[in-house]
């Protein structure tokens, strides 16, 4: 984008809403602690069961074998659900790594069971059950390392405007200098979190999400069923930061779990 002509007015300049005391719609439910989030939506006539997400202990291989018996036979257990035993699920448009389905082994913690239990604390305590034998496999997990193998993406890095190393060169005061920080994890007041219930073949999804559409598309695509039998529904996001554009784990396990368990389903992504 090039900002090579003088904007001239425009709304940001009118001075209707910069600088005015704007109240959001949202802002006195939040504030006062009315909103309702997705995790927190609750029908009393429902009986919901509560999802445990299982992740992977390794960051690159494969599942060689997963055993549930005793996560099966666990107090309170209804179901679990693999991703060996789902088999292979289709990645959505915005995806980069599959969020579920198959033996593959994309990234460290991926999660590769869920298990349904009549409260949280049993779900829990059976997710941690369960046994898995893996294929570990070598990965690249040095992104500076890596730096030098890095490829131009298609269609070019840049915008191709100018000559930014001539220009440098002529500048008569240049600062050049490498910057580092450590790994950050943003940590919304809202973590990822959704419910499913099914009604024949038509799925309801509460979740928090910044973007509906993209989300309804990309689950039907993972789920393998149609968009129009998906119904999305985020009434307030407690902060996304742009982490709940896309699909995330949580919406396809409490879909999974719910059509699995006959029952809607609640899986959240617990802080660690």
């Known amino acids: 984008m090039r900002f090579d002509t003088p904007a001239t007015t425009n709304p940001i300049d009118q001075g209707k809403v910069i600088g005015k005391p704007i109240t959001r719609i949202d802002g006195p439910l939040k504030t006062t602690g009315k909103a309702i989030y997705a ?96 294929a570990e496999e070598k990965g690249a997990f040095d992104l500076a390392a890596a730096k030098d193998s890095a490829v131009e993406p298609e269609g070019g890095g840049d915008s191709g405007a100018g000559d930014f190393d001539a220009a440098f060169e002529a500048a008569p005061v240049k600062l050049d200098q490498i910057y580092t920080t450590p790994d950050q994890s943003h940590a919304m007041m809202e973590p990822h979190a959704s419910i499913a219930a099914w009604n024949g073949d038509d799925l309801t999804v509460w979740t928090s999400s910044q973007m509906i559409d993209w989300w309804r598309t990309d689950l039907a695509t993972t789920l393998g069923i149609d968009k129009d039998k998906v119904h999305l529904m985020s009434p307030f996001i407690g902060g996304g930061f742009g982490v709940k554009l896309f699909l995330r784990a949580d919406a396809v396990l409490a879909a999974l779990a719910a059509r699995e368990a006959k029952r809607p389903v609640k899986v959240a992504l617990p802080r660690p």
């Open 39 to 134: 995790y927190e939506w609750h029908d009393p006539n429902t009986r919901y069961a509560y999802g445990y997400i299982v992740g992977s202990a390794i960051a690159k291989g494969r599942i060689r074998s997963m055993d549930v018996a005793a996560a099966r036979n666990a107090p309170g257990v209804i179901a679990v659900v693999t991703s060996d035993g789902v088999g292979e699920l289709k990645k959505g448009k915005y995806n980069t790594a599959k969020l579920f389905g198959g033996t593959e082994i994309q990234d460290y913690h991926q999660a590769i069971a869920v298990v349904v239990a009549e409260t949280f604390e049993e779900a829990r305590a059976a997710a941690a059950l369960v046994k898995v034998d893996y």
